[in-house]
C-alpha cells in the first residue's frame, strides 16, 4: 500500500496563489505518477493534473491550463500542485492520487491509491 497525505490547503482570497503538497511513503515513488483530482461541493470528484515517473510529462484540464502547475521532487517523495489566479471555482476538497503504470492519466478509476483531500476555499 501507498500512503498519500496532502497538505497546504486554506482559505485564500480570488487572485491570490497556493501551493498543496503531497507526501508519500510505503511505495517505490518514482515508479507511479501521480495526479491531482478536486471535488467541488455538491459535485463530482473531477480531474485536476497529472505528472509521469519522471516529472518531464504533465497534463491539466483545460480549467486550470496555465494556471496551475504540478511537478514532483522523487528525492523527497512529494508531489506539488502550484495554483495561481485562483478564482471561486476551484473551491473544492483537493485529492492527490498514485497509479504504478507511467501514464498521464486523467480518470479517477485509473488510479490505486488515494489521499484523504485538503480543503481549498476561494471566497467570491
Known amino acids: 500500500q501507498m500512503q498519500l497525505v496532502e497538505s497546504g490547503g486554506g482559505l485564500v482570497q480570488a487572485g491570490g496563489s497556493l501551493r498543496l503538497s503531497c507526501k508519500a511513503s510505503?511505495?517505490?515513488?518514482?515508479?507511479?505518477?501521480l495526479g491531482w483530482f478536486r471535488q467541488p461541493p455538491g459535485k463530482e470528484r473531477e480531474f485536476v493534473a497529472t505528472?509521469?515517473?519522471?516529472?518531464?510529462?504533465?497534463r491539466y484540464a483545460e480549467s486550470v491550463e496555465g494556471r496551475f502547475t504540478i511537478s514532483r521532487d522523487n528525492a523527497k517523495n512529494t508531489v506539488y500542485l502550484q495554483m495561481r489566479s485562483l478564482k471561486p471555482e476551484d473551491t473544492a476538497v483537493y485529492f492527490c492520487?498514485?497509479?504504478?503504470?507511467?501514464?498521464?492519466?486523467?480518470?479517477?478509476?485509473?488510479?490505486?491509491?488515494w489521499g484523504q483531500g485538503t480543503q481549498v476555499t476561494v471566497p467570491s
Open positions: 505528472v509521469s515517473w519522471s516529472g518531464v510529462g504533465t
Open positions: 492520487a498514485a497509479t504504478p503504470r507511467n501514464v498521464l492519466a486523467t480518470q479517477s478509476g485509473e488510479y490505486s491509491f
Open positions: 510505503g511505495h517505490t515513488f518514482n515508479s507511479h505518477a
